[in-house]
């Protein structure tokens, strides 16, 4: 079912490893074609493009873009209780999590009178995109809302696309989970669509009824090809925090690891879609066999039968063979997946030799479905081998860095000359001469 990819016996390169390895195909080059004409409508037409585009992809149109309060209390109030305390419990872990990430400012004395102090400011207004599609996501609104909180964003907003179920609004667990969290300030938008309308903004009515939407300086959040086309094309006008691909989950194994629990791993992130990676890499031809064995089984008695199978026999998936650990810890670091799981002896060891992964799960007790849901880490994770230089959604991707320079007179007159000489070796001399205008005698 799953192919097989043996590289033992072969020295690669992380180049070459990066040729062989199994990945999704996504050619978010090509979606843009199709999202630019989405996002210059809402630019140009605001809220009659969304309400065109809503009954145009989502087959239904919203009552309103803007979710009342109303809706969003009722949907809390007919909440599975069960359903309400796993969440209630997931933003406690993840305020845990996410509450140690909050950075102080810090002041460096460069000199007698001449400091730098990096000051952390949080963005003063986010959007957050919480997807539709194959599954409902109340644990993304979870992931982006709490992260954006504790960083002190100041005004955040949530787009999920209408339903046609739900009277055209979004799902009403994932506004349930909004009104858990307090937002107040949601849209029945999805796609491409949501980021353009957070990027430009829009009314919605006239008069006295009229609803605004003011523009975001930031939209995070997880969704399809055309969702991440769309923030690549306004990316500059807004920040983005990634462009994300389909889910992908690793897994490093030796001859210890447990075949039921490997199999199980794999099913339980091709679920999400069938373009979902799901990669074994082991030194271990025994354990092959088995998770052949116990996927064979998972995938035949798993709900989304078709959907998984699509996914774990696609060629972003596969098992693949090494010679050894060291081998498969080099391929796992070119790959650099999104989830990464290790199930190796003195697993917390070999955790810690791993250089690229968006979040890495420690022995067989911690399946990426924790950290999906309750462990307190971020579930939105660079995708497609950009966890080599990107990370997870966290506090930090709420806050900027701003330098405060204070210098008095003394401080500037003891680096003055210096400032002065490499302003002239850069053929910029009026930046000399902003230092010669206070302190003549350089000149």
């Known amino acids: 079912m799953i192919p097989v990819l043996d590289l033992r016996g072969r020295a690669l390169t992380r180049r070459e490893l990066r040729g062989v390895l199994p990945r999704a195909v996504l050619d978010v080059e090509a979606a843009l074609a199709a999202v630019r004409p989405i996002c210059d409508d809402v630019r140009d037409r605001g809220a009659e493009a969304l309400y065109a585009a809503a009954e145009r992809f989502d087959g239904v149109r919203p009552p309103a873009l803007r979710v009342p309060a109303e809706v969003l209390a009722a949907s809390l109030g007919r909440l599975d209780p069960a359903v309400r305390e796993a969440l209630g419990e997931a933003i406690r872990r993840a305020r845990l999590v996410h509450g140690d990430q909050r950075r102080t400012d810090t002041t460096t004395v460069v000199t007698d009178g001449g400091t730098v102090t990096e000051r952390w400011v949080p963005v003063d207004r986010v959007g957050l995109y919480v997807p539709g599609g194959l599954a409902v996501y109340p644990s993304s609104v979870v992931m982006n809302v709490v992260p954006a909180q504790l960083a002190g964003v100041g005004s955040v907003a949530v787009a999920s696309p209408p339903q046609r179920d739900h009277d055209g609004w979004p799902h009403p667990t994932v506004l349930a989970a909004c009104a858990l969290l307090g937002i107040d300030e949601v849209y029945a938008v999805g796609g491409a669509q949501a980021v353009a309308a957070f990027a430009y903004g829009f009314v919605d009515g006239a008069g006295e009824d009229a609803v605004e939407?003011?523009?975001?300086?930031?939209?995070?959040?997880?969704?399809?090809?055309?969702?991440?086309?769309?923030?690549?094309?306004?990316?500059?006008?807004?920040?983005?925090?990634?462009?994300?691909?389909?889910?992908?989950?690793?897994?490093?194994?030796?001859?210890?690891?447990?075949?039921?629990?490997?199999?199980?791993?794999?099913?339980?992130?091709?679920?999400?879609?069938?373009?979902?990676?799901?990669?074994?890499?082991?030194?271990?031809?025994?354990?092959?066999?088995?998770?052949?064995?116990?996927?064979?089984?998972?995938?035949?008695?798993?709900?989304?039968?078709?959907?998984?199978?699509?996914?774990?026999?696609?060629?972003?998936?596969?098992?693949?063979?090494?010679?050894?650990?060291?081998?498969?810890?080099?391929?796992?670091?070119?790959?650099?997946?999104?989830?990464?799981?290790?199930?190796?002896?003195?697993?917390?060891?070999?955790?810690?030799?791993?250089?690229?992964?968006?979040?890495?799960?420690?022995?067989?007790?911690?399946?990426?479905?924790?950290?999906?849901?309750?462990?307190?880490?971020?579930?939105?994770?660079?995708?497609?081998?950009?966890?080599?230089?990107?990370?997870?959604?966290?506090?930090?991707?709420?806050?900027?860095?701003?330098?405060?320079?204070?210098?008095?007179?003394?401080?500037?007159?003891?680096?003055?000359?210096?400032?002065?000489?490499?302003?002239?070796?850069?053929?910029?001399?009026a930046h000399g001469e902003a230092v010669i205008a206070r302190l003549p005698e350089l000149g």
Do not use: W
């Not at 994300?244 to 989950?249: C, L």
């Not at 069938?274 to 088995?290: F, G, K, Q």
């Not at 798993?302 to 596969?318: F, I, W, Y």
């Open 213 to 429: 939407c003011d523009p975001v300086a930031l939209v995070t959040g997880p969704g399809n090809i055309y969702v991440a086309a769309a923030k690549r094309l306004l990316k500059g006008l807004i920040g983005i925090d990634a462009e994300a691909g389909p889910t992908e989950v690793a897994i490093l194994a030796d001859a210890s690891a447990d075949a039921e629990f490997v199999a199980a791993d794999l099913v339980s992130q091709a679920e999400h879609d069938p373009m979902a990676a799901a990669v074994l890499v082991t030194d271990s031809p025994e354990l092959v066999e088995a998770v052949a064995e116990a996927l064979t089984r998972r995938v035949a008695a798993t709900k989304h039968t078709e959907r998984v199978a699509e996914a774990v026999s696609g060629p972003q998936s596969a098992v693949v063979l090494v010679d050894d650990l060291e081998a498969g810890l080099a391929l796992v670091d070119a790959y650099a997946a999104e989830h990464l799981e290790i199930h190796t002896r003195d697993a917390a060891a070999v955790a810690a030799r791993v250089h690229n992964a968006g979040a890495i799960f420690v022995g067989p007790y911690a399946p990426v479905s924790l950290g999906d849901y309750a462990a307190g880490s971020n579930h939105v994770l660079p995708t497609g081998g950009s966890a080599t230089h990107s990370s997870g959604l966290s506090v930090q991707s709420f806050l900027r860095g701003i330098h405060v320079v204070d210098y008095t007179e003394a401080a500037l007159r003891e680096v003055g000359e210096k400032v002065v000489t490499l302003s002239r070796a850069e053929d910029l001399p």
